[in-house]
């Protein structure tokens, strides 16, 4: 998945910072959803997420617990201070589902 900040060097580190002590209720809806592993990078102001998830996690299932999730909302209304959408994404949308181009495994 893939999602910009606002490329102002203090928003980012703002970013960075809150990414260091996640909502402990933000971390439990990501397990609950059925996220096993998730790791985001980031390269300037271009954030990267690799998720690893069980046979229970859908999008659907994880953006409807989101919407009935008071602290959830209250974290992504925050993240959205320092986020900005990608050009090509559609209005709404904030992480886009990467394409895999290339695989290699020794």
């Known amino acids: 998945m893939a999602l910009d900040l606002?490329?102002?060097p203090a928003l980012i580190?703002?970013?960075?910072t809150y990414h260091q002590n996640v909502w402990p209720e933000v971390l439990?809806?990501?397990k609950?959803?059925?996220i096993q592993h998730?790791?985001?990078y980031r390269l300037g102001n271009?954030?990267?997420m690799i998720i690893e998830v069980d046979d229970t996690f859908s999008f659907d299932k994880k953006a409807r617990m989101d919407a009935n999730n008071k602290k959830v909302q209250e974290w992504?209304?925050?993240m959205w201070r320092y986020q900005q959408a990608l050009p090509m994404a559609k209005p709404g949308e904030k992480w886009l589902p990467m394409?895999?181009?290339f695989e290699f495994q020794a």
Request: charged share 40%; hydrophobic share 35%; glycine share 4%.
């Open 6 to 8: 606002k490329n102002d």
């Open 13 to 16: 580190k703002a970013y960075d």
């Open 28 to 30: 439990d809806s990501l």
């Open 32 to 34: 609950a959803s059925g």
């Open 38 to 40: 998730m790791d985001i």
């Open 46 to 48: 271009r954030l990267i």
């Open 76 to 78: 992504e209304t925050l």
């Open 99 to 101: 394409e895999k181009v």
